[in-house]
């Protein structure tokens, strides 16, 4: 429960999935805002008219997937680091999974890293794809990892170390 | 004596907005800051911000501290005193007592007063809450994030609002374990966005759960163990419930109580409002108290989130100044705008206990 543990309830992420559809296309932004509370950086960052400009700062964010071309831009820029983009078409057998990740070291593109959920239970392992920490990502740097496919909506949070297979 | 227009009290978020506004509408301000740099707690605050990009949205609390620190020290309408502790308000005559790099006395008189000094911490009672080992939530911000030093190795955090998850995750990135973040309320207090962040660390949230007693190692005196139990819906322990944690540090985070001192000596009329976390005075739309010429602006008007003290900052100092003559054209659209942006930020489900606060106050 979101209310007294902070993980979101299957019920709560079916809103926020992106459809399956446009999953089968390519990258797309899964943002995981749950709460009406007053922000609006995700609009801002966006530059392809795929999150809705806000109404109300306190709504939820609203995303015109088809927009979303998945550049990952809003990622860095979300105060609650609830955004993620993931790549269902990155591989036969594997997703790609962006998330924020302001810890260090960072690990090296490559690496191995276990996978977790958002729990923080380690669920496999994944090889990091990409590290951006530019000036854009200012201090947020966007991690991408190849995950199981079916893991794509599970694993949220990477661990460095863990057993080198 | 030393004269002044605009004092303003306090070099938080709130107090540089005050500061900066009055300054552009045309008055002279001295800012007043007992610590020796300006910035208020912003200096703590890595993580980025909320609201839109007019509150400094995605910008973090320790980059906006920046900014606006650079700005007020620049502006040549600004006067600022640093190491400055303003410890007393005679209301006969309008004059404050500022104790000086803790050696001289100044007095000061302003035609206007800001009073933007914050707010406190509150504490809990319970066994042995005085071991080494147990800090509020800001002394261990000081510690890891103004000096760089770690408070030990594994945490209890108590207290689930935004400045307890907003600390675990801090703890977590310096390296140091939190083994659980505990809350005495059935649910969480801060924002859910940084109650995942922390949950997908592995820190579990315990809601409905209080600290009992603390125990010290026997050697060293120092905080070793922690006991805590679960709280019924009436806040009472339940027996039989308590867990034992190993814990060389307790973080109690159970919110702030605005830091009020000055508007009690100036006589301004006070109200217990819990929602806005203490006593906070009675004031108009314009910030100013039932002491005409004395306002309030960030969280001893009422504990709330940063970005809404630096916009209450900006309306007290436009209206301050205003009230002094000063215009620089803009005010009628400056104030507008601020309490626009007040109104957004309050209106939604989390503004509400604000709302109810806020409704308590109004002249």
Request: net charge negative.
């Amino acid at each position: 429960m979101l209310k007294t543990s902070g993980i979101p309830t299957a019920e709560d992420l079916a809103v926020r999935i992106p459809p399956e559809e446009r999953r089968k296309k390519g990258p797309v932004v899964m943002i995981e805002c749950f709460q009406k509370i007053p922000c609006n950086p995700c609009f801002t960052a966006c530059k392809h008219g795929a999150i809705q400009k806000f109404e109300d700062i306190n709504d939820l964010p609203e995303v015109n997937f088809d927009n979303c071309n998945g550049c990952g831009l809003c990622i860095s820029k979300c105060p609650g680091l609830a955004i993620f983009v993931i790549d269902e078409t990155y591989s036969e057998n594997e997703a790609a999974v962006s998330l924020p990740f302001e810890f260090l070291p960072l690990p090296r593109e490559g690496e191995e890293v276990d996978l977790l959920d958002r729990s923080g239970k380690i669920v496999g392992r994944g090889k990091v794809l990409k590290v951006r920490n530019g000036k854009y990502e200012d201090r947020t740097p966007v991690i991408t990892v190849a995950v199981p496919r079916e893991l794509s909506m599970v694993v949220r949070n990477i661990k460095l170390g863990g057993d080198v297979r | 004596m030393k004269k002044t227009e605009i004092a303003v009290i306090g070099g938080g978020p709130a107090g540089l907005m005050a500061a900066l506004a009055a300054a552009e509408m045309g008055a002279r301000v001295t800012i007043m800051d007992r610590n020796s740099r300006l910035g208020g707690q912003l200096v703590k605050q890595t993580h980025m911000f909320f609201g839109s990009e007019k509150e400094y949205a995605s910008v973090r609390g320790i980059d906006i501290g920046k900014v606006l620190s650079a700005e007020v020290l620049k502006n040549p309408r600004i006067e600022t005193m640093l190491d400055s502790t303003v410890i007393g308000y005679y209301p006969d005559d309008g004059v404050l007592g500022v104790e000086v790099e803790e050696k001289t006395f100044v007095k000061i008189k302003p035609e206007k007063v800001i009073v933007a000094t914050g707010a406190s911490e509150k504490f809990l009672p319970f066994e042995n809450n005085d071991l080494p080992g147990i800090y509020g939530a800001g002394a261990v911000q000081t510690l890891m994030n103004e000096h760089g030093v770690v408070p030990g190795e594994n945490v209890l955090m108590v207290g689930a609002g935004n400045i307890g998850l907003i600390v675990s995750y801090q703890l977590m990135q310096a390296g140091v374990n939190v083994k659980a973040i505990i809350d005495a309320a059935p649910s969480i207090g801060g924002y859910w966005v940084h109650a995942s962040k922390v949950a997908r660390l592995g820190v579990p949230i315990m809601t409905s759960y209080t600290v009992k007693a603390a125990y010290p190692n026997e050697l060293t005196g120092a905080l070793e163990r922690a006991v805590i139990w679960q709280v019924d819906d009436k806040w009472q322990p339940i027996p039989g419930t308590e867990k034992v944690l190993k814990v060389d540090v307790i973080c109690i985070s159970v919110g702030l109580s605005p830091l009020a001192e000055i508007l009690w000596q100036a006589g301004c009329r006070m109200k217990y409002v819990p929602q806005l976390g203490g006593h906070v005075a009675l004031r108009d739309e314009n910030m100013e108290t039932t002491v005409p010429g004395v306002y309030v602006a960030g969280d001893v008007a009422g504990v709330e989130e940063a970005s809404s003290a630096m916009i209450e900052g900006r309306l007290a100092g436009l209206n301050a100044a205003k009230s002094l003559g000063y215009d620089n054209g803009k005010y009628d659209e400056k104030r507008r705008e601020a309490m626009e942006q007040l109104q957004n930020l309050r209106s939604g489900p989390v503004g509400e206990k604000i709302r109810q606060g806020l409704a308590q106050l109004a002249l």
